[in-house]
């Protein structure tokens, strides 16, 4: 290696996620938005490295990767997830053509390191750990390729990310993470490979501070804690979180919270209550399917033995709404599971369904099986509704995706996607801290308006909606409107006719 620079130029670089589900690109231009979320991965990367390091950050989601960018750097981080990888791989190369040096980490690099050869140095598993070894080595000249940890980082050390690096303007959305780990063990998700099945959380003060910076900086919008089961640590999160929250909320402007739970949330409804007064309004659970045996198959314990329907009902009637993934193509799933998810996502009044085909993700269980059984077919996608999988089937192939067209066609289909709304917000308790009405919000109506009422298909929903909401649930107007603009957008990822 080249005589270390003292205060080197860090250019933090964060690829384009394609047209998915949870993009919402169709969806943001309604609000003039231009990513759903900022990058806190590399935000908080970039408040671990040394205070006289400079600092920059170019999203390619908000904007360009310029000349004068690579010219300022003296090297490039670059992270992600594994969505991303072609607009990482591109990205690697304009900087390896640029002659800059490039160090990578997050998800994507940390299970497919292998397939990034131009990368200059690996700064893998969680930064707490292996950064500070990395900037050490930086010092003395002496750095290695890759750096791993099998521990897990004490994250009540992690510092606020540097969110003045953001164009916090061009998110609908910000990020905040309270917990790293999650106490089950599914099959198919690689969450406990990655940070392990021990909840580690960071202090109240520590979560507080980050959302005083994020009003200070004038954020007035929602914001997601990232938490993969926000209820997983159910004792710190009653008696120490939610309690903060909802005395920060009290002190000044509240903002509205959203995050992911198990299912078992619905067992409790002093959290769910609690959960409500410190300012969330919805959670995504992971269902999965209706089938019992598909369940125990992929060791979806905590969805076992349970009415969903009635779980999911009473998750609304607590205030907070229930958006979901679904999956279709386990080894115990039959012909009739199509129409069963169908028929469970409409019942059940969950708007935002995400249904995907079973992928193998390198680092689970899932993949070690299939693997041991001569069933995998290169890597996953990443993406949740391309409708591939990296699996040989039990069910016929054909079968598998033309059932799997049928749900997606179902459900986004203009009546029933309305429908489901309607019955949604039939359930829904409403939030008890919403969004600032604002004038984006109203341009979003009349964009809607236009777009989805006069010139959609769905026009004769549409309204039937609006008019249904403003006699029965006028409080709940600017939901429905959001929720429409998002059903626009899962009616192009999704491909429905």
């Keep these: 290696m080249t005589q270390p620079i003292a205060a080197p130029n860090i250019l933090f670089l964060y690829p384009e996620f394609p047209n998915t589900f949870w993009s919402f690109k169709h969806a943001l231009k309604f609000i003039g938005k231009r990513a759903a979320f900022p990058p806190l991965g590399l935000l908080t990367v970039a408040a671990l490295l040394p205070e006289g390091w400079g600092k920059r950050l170019v999203d390619l989601n908000v904007g360009r990767l310029k000349r004068k960018d690579l010219e300022w750097a003296d090297y490039a981080f670059v992270g992600g997830m594994t969505v991303q ?38 700064v893998l598993n969680e930064a707490e750990l292996t950064l500070p070894e990395f900037v050490r080595d930086f010092a003395a000249g002496t750095l290695r390729r890759e750096y791993r940890s099998t521990e897990f980082a004490d994250i009540s050390q992690t510092p606020i990310p540097r969110w003045e690096l953001a164009d916090l303007r061009r998110y609908s959305s910000l990020s905040l993470q309270y917990s790293r780990g999650c106490p089950f063990q599914c099959d198919f998700c690689n969450v406990t490979a990655l940070f392990g099945h021990r909840p580690r959380t960071k202090s109240p003060a520590q979560v507080v501070a980050e959302l005083d910076l994020l009003r200070g900086l004038g954020w007035s919008g929602k914001v997601f804690f990232v938490d993969d089961n926000l209820i997983g640590n159910k004792r710190h999160l009653r008696e120490e979180l939610l309690p903060a929250l909802i005395n920060w909320q009290a002190a000044g402007r509240p903002l509205p919270f959203f995050t992911e739970a198990s299912i078992n949330l619905a067992d409790d409804p002093d959290l769910m209550e609690q959960m409500r007064d410190a300012g ?26 349970r009415d969903l329907i009635a779980d999911v009902k009473r998750i609304q009637r607590a205030g907070l709404e229930v958006q979901a993934g679904f999956i279709v193509g386990f080894d115990s799933d039959t012909p009739t599971i199509f129409q069963r998810q169908i028929d469970f996502i409409q019942e059940s009044g969950i708007v935002v369904a995400m249904v995907g085909l079973l992928q193998a993700v390198q680092g689970t269980r899932l ?14 996608s990443g993406d949740n509704v391309d ?76 309204w039937r909606l609006m008019i249904w909401t403003l006699f029965k649930r006028p409080d709940q107007l600017s939901r429905a409107v959001s929720l429409a603009i998002c059903g626009y957008h899962f009616r192009i990822v999704c491909r429905v006719n």
């Design 85 to 122: 990888r072609d607009s990482a791989r591109s990205l690697i190369a304009a900087c390896k053509e640029a002659g800059l040096p490039v160090i990578a980490g997050g998800p994507l690099f940390t299970t497919e390191p292998e397939s990034f050869p131009d990368v200059d140095h690996f």
């Design 367 to 380: 993949h070690e099986r299939l693997s041991a059984e001569g069933r995998l077919i290169g890597g996953s």
């Design 387 to 462: 409708g591939t999988t990296n699996i040989v089937t039990r069910m016929d192939l054909a079968a598998l995706t033309d059932g799997y067209q049928r749900i997606l066609q179902s459900i986004y289909s203009p009546a029933n996607y309305y429908r489901r709304l309607r019955t949604f917000l039939q359930e829904y308790r409403g939030a008890k801290v919403t969004e600032r009405l604002r004038f984006g919000h109203l341009t979003a109506f009349f964009h809607s308006a236009l777009a989805l009422g006069v010139f959609g298909r769905e026009r004769f929903h549409y």
């Design 280 to 305: 969330f309004e919805s959670v995504f659970v992971g269902i999965e399917t209706p089938d019992a045996e598909s369940l125990a198959e992929c060791h979806k314990k905590q969805n076992t033995r």
